[in-house]
């Protein structure tokens, strides 16, 4: 039987037990590069030339055994990535394993790859949702970022053959130069097809700090406009700030890193690295040399260990909650985690105005009608 439990259905309780893993820290919520390989060769991907390495990855009774341990150690919460997932050989076998070991699993892929069987395993056993990224609505759009003639068609066959077989989809976009313009048609392809849609703008150097995917970057006011656009989340912003407002309260001895990261979050990259979250790199653990949990309560928590120096321009910042705050993001386009991306200061700022203007314009207009 599968799970179709979700955050929805009670979270105040969710809410309660994420605290409490938190706490005791426990690895609740994990991230597994299946591979670094992909089919396509999209311009803004952060994986740059390891999307062709010939590392040797992590095999596929390796990650059988490594989803038993998470799963020993408390992980309910499975996400299996990449590069593209569906390009493992053997992943039927480790999705089919992860389902049966009761996680709850998400998959993203690109779409591509997906035919009867694929359909098939996810008939049988239900993924909690497959995410596709829908990069263009149409195929010139589309296939200028993917690099690869044809990737359009076999993307939107893809997300058909989910839909037509009630699989959950949802769809999301990266927002860049090369599709702004057609944003409103790609979340009027999503609303056809009756899927949730989100939208990124958030475009980083390259793990090996290659920064040419910068150059593909909105205006940061373009981005907020686009985002806030749909009234939905604009609603959804507007709730987020007034549940979490209160936690932009900072002390010395905060640890720089403010998320779930090596708290109740990890990562798996394809070579079996065990790191705090995708993009730290420097705290890791050889997962073919020790077990999960022994890399999970011995290397893992040093990420809490890191401070910020006095000074730091983040702490106690009112438009911290707008930004997508993340100093291994920082680290990647600065050099440095403590030094923050103007970019993301720009687009938080716009975010700001946005939200907060929103709910003051709501309280002046009760106010004059009461």
Not at 269 to 289: F, H, Q, T, W
Request: hydrophobic content about 40%.
């Amino acid at each position: 039987m599968s799970c179709t439990y979700t955050e929805k259905d009670n979270p105040a309780y969710l809410e309660r037990f994420q605290k409490k893993a938190a706490e005791q820290r426990i690895p609740l919520s994990g991230s597994l590069d299946l591979t670094s390989r992909c089919n396509l060769d999209c311009i803004h991907c952060f994986l740059g030339e390891d999307r062709t390495a010939s590392k040797k990855e992590f095999s596929v009774n390796q990650w059988l055994g490594i989803i038993d341990e998470l799963t020993e150690a408390g992980c309910l919460y499975l996400l299996m990535t990449g590069g593209e997932p569906l390009l493992k050989r053997g992943f039927a076998e480790i999705y089919t394993h992860a389902k049966k070991n009761g996680l709850i699993v998400n998959i993203f892929t690109n779409g591509t790859l997906v035919d009867a069987d694929t359909v098939t395993l996810f008939k049988d056993l239900p993924p909690q949702a497959v995410e596709i990224s829908l990069y263009g609505a149409s195929r010139d759009a589309f296939e200028s970022i993917t690099g690869k003639t044809g990737s359009y068609e076999r993307c939107l066959s893809g997300i058909r053959m989910l839909v037509d077989n009630d699989i959950r989809v949802k769809l999301k976009t990266v927002l860049m130069s090369g599709n702004i313009d057609e944003f409103h048609d790609i979340e009027t392809i999503a609303a056809e097809l009756n899927v949730p849609f989100r939208l990124d703008a958030a475009i980083f150097p390259r793990l090996d700090h290659d920064k040419a995917p910068l150059d593909l970057r909105v205006a940061p006011e373009d981005a907020v406009k686009k985002e806030i656009s749909d009234p939905v989340r604009l609603s959804q912003w507007r709730e987020y700030y007034e549940k979490r407002k209160a936690d932009i309260m900072w002390t010395a001895n905060d640890p720089i890193y403010r998320c779930m990261a090596g708290v109740t979050n990890f990562h798996i990259d394809a070579y079996g690295r065990l790191k705090p979250c995708l993009m730290v790199d420097r705290i890791n653990v050889d997962l073919s040399e020790t077990s999960f949990l022994k890399g999970w309560t011995e290397v893992i928590p040093q990420i809490r260990d890191r401070k910020a120096e006095s000074g730091f321009q983040c702490a106690g910042c009112e438009k911290i909650l707008f930004c997508g705050y993340c100093p291994a993001f920082f680290e990647l386009e600065t050099g440095r985690e403590d030094v923050p991306s103007d970019y993301l200061c720009k687009t938080a700022e716009y975010r700001y105005k946005a939200v907060v203007g929103s709910i003051n314009a709501g309280a002046s207009a009760f106010l004059l009608s009461a």
